[in-house]
């Protein structure tokens, strides 16, 4: 027996670590938890604060009825001693003054539900405050604790993969010396296109351009029956566009 007994205080050790493990990596799990556990418990007095207001309601219409029925005595008893029905009076006075008794007792009672019933209300309303009051405080601090966890993550994240730029010289130099031939072979490229270049045909080419401008220019200006100046430099002399005037 004694070990079996054993068994069960190491089994329910461990299953108190593994509940605690749970919930130490779910205290949101805990906190919805305690709200489900408040709120059954609030309904459940919620349940007794609504039967002793229906006590309170119970006793007023009691009070209301019975009141009634004392007005209504009254009038019968003085009816009746007017008319010299003594006995029938005595009866009824008698049947007002037992009435009377338990309206006083009624309406003690009423006040003490009414008393007891805002009093629990009262409790009830504070104790709903205070658990909300800890539910937003409770809620702030895990915030804060969320934070400072994926800080440290972070941190540590930052301190198993900390480096200079002194880690990064191999990759660097690699990307100079890519960039560098690149630069060379642009530049090499650049160099053959520029020899290919036939300078003396571009000479040539110049030279026929400027010939077929000037012959387009001395067309024209033989159409407008002006003559063109002789001139030795390649840019022709300014003249006046336009039909040439008449001598007289």
């Keep these: ?32 938890a305690a709200r489900q556990d408040f709120r059954d418990k609030m309904a459940q007095y919620n349940m007794g604060l609504a039967r002793m207001a229906g006590l309170a309601e119970r006793l007023k219409n009691q009070i209301k009825t019975k009141s009634l029925r004392a007005q209504e005595l009254e009038r019968r008893i003085l009816a009746n001693h007017q008319a010299g029905n003594m006995e029938l009076a005595g009866s009824l006075a008698r049947e007002l003054q037992e009435l009377k008794a338990d309206l006083t007792t009624d309406t003690q009672e009423l006040k003490d539900t009414e008393d007891s019933y805002q009093a629990n209300l009262r409790q009830a309303r504070i ?24 800080q440290a993550e972070a941190a540590a994240a930052l301190g198993n993969a900390a480096f200079t730029v002194g880690d990064l010289g191999d990759t660097m130099k690699t990307v100079e010396e890519i960039l560098a031939k690149r630069y060379e072979v642009s530049a090499g490229k650049a160099r053959v296109a520029r020899d290919l270049v036939d300078l003396e045909m571009v000479q040539e080419k110049e030279s026929e351009r400027r010939a077929l401008e000037q012959a387009a220019l001395a067309e024209f200006l033989a159409s407008q029956g002006v003559q063109a100046a002789a001139t030795t430099e390649t840019t022709p002399a300014v003249k006046e566009i336009g039909p040439t005037a008449e001598t007289k």
């Design 127 to 150: 104790v709903q405050k205070e658990f909300e009051d800890k539910v937003r405080k409770l809620e702030t601090q895990l915030s804060q604790v969320k934070i400072k966890e994926a």
């Design 1 to 32: 027996m004694a070990v079996f007994a054993r068994i069960g205080r190491l089994f329910r050790g461990f299953l108190s670590l593994f509940i605690s493990g749970l919930e130490a990596r779910n205290p949101e799990a805990l906190m919805e």
